[in-house]
């Protein structure tokens, strides 16, 4: 199943209906998803389902619909277990961008969360996860795949927020500010890290 979040909404492509809040559910067919995202607009349709026996042939059709922007970021452990967070726009995030051209999605992880956060002694892990979300822009609807990886960082140097993006701060957060973080983030952030603590159990990562 894949979960794709537009105005921090669900739209989920699976093989069933899944079990969720005001949803509709659709069969086999990806040609009504600009209307049903025009009624996802400030609507109380709070999330919307579509069926296919197969969820990747379903992604692969519904992916065509839009321009994609492919992004990759980084959740980076410390010493400590501590989480890497950025606080951009009054929300906490993960520190990400978009992959330039000839860079790998690795290599873009990297300086991403390098540039992003200024953070040192920076080492890649494994692959973790990918997550999916719609936006507008200039009027016109945007995919956004964003590729995660787990990282690791001994560095004690001061972290330096990218301020001319945006980004306020940039901390390593314990368990407890972690928590409270994820109270105020995206939804796709909260799985994506529920994700990474259930698969830590790697001793490679």
């Known amino acids: 199943m894949y979960v794709i979040f537009y ?48 969820p990747d042939e379903l992604f692969k059709k519904f992916s065509q619909n839009f321009k994609i922007i492919e992004a990759a970021g980084g959740v980076v452990k410390n ?43 920076l080492s890649l892990g494994s692959f973790l996860d990918k997550t999916y ?11 956004k795949i964003t590729h995660w990886f787990k990282m690791s960082s001994d560095s004690d140097k ?14 390593f957060l314990d368990e407890i500010a972690q928590n409270k973080a994820l109270q105020n983030t995206y939804p796709n952030i909260k799985l994506l890290i529920e994700n990474y603590f259930l698969t830590t159990n790697s001793p490679t990562d």
């Not at 906490?92 to 002694?121: M, Y």
């Not at 001061?158 to 901390?171: D, F, R, S, V």
Request: proline letters at 4%.
């Open 158 to 171: 001061p972290l330096i927020p990218q301020l001319e993006e945006g980004i306020t701060k940039a901390q």
């Open 79 to 121: 010493p400590k277990q501590d989480l890497l967070f950025i606080f951009r726009n009054d929300i906490w995030d993960l520190p990400k961008g978009k992959i330039e051209t000839g860079e790998s999605i690795d290599q873009a992880a990297l300086r991403e969360v390098t540039e992003e956060c200024g953070v040192a002694n």
């Open 133 to 143: 979300h719609i936006y507008k822009h200039k009027g016109a609807f945007i995919f």
């Open 7 to 54: 105005n921090n909404k669900p739209i989920y492509l699976s093989s069933k209906v899944v079990d969720c809040d005001s949803c509709l559910a659709f069969k086999n067919d990806c040609t009504t998803i600009f209307e049903v995202l025009n009624q996802m607009d400030g609507s109380e349709l709070n999330s919307v389902c579509f069926i296919h026996h197969n």
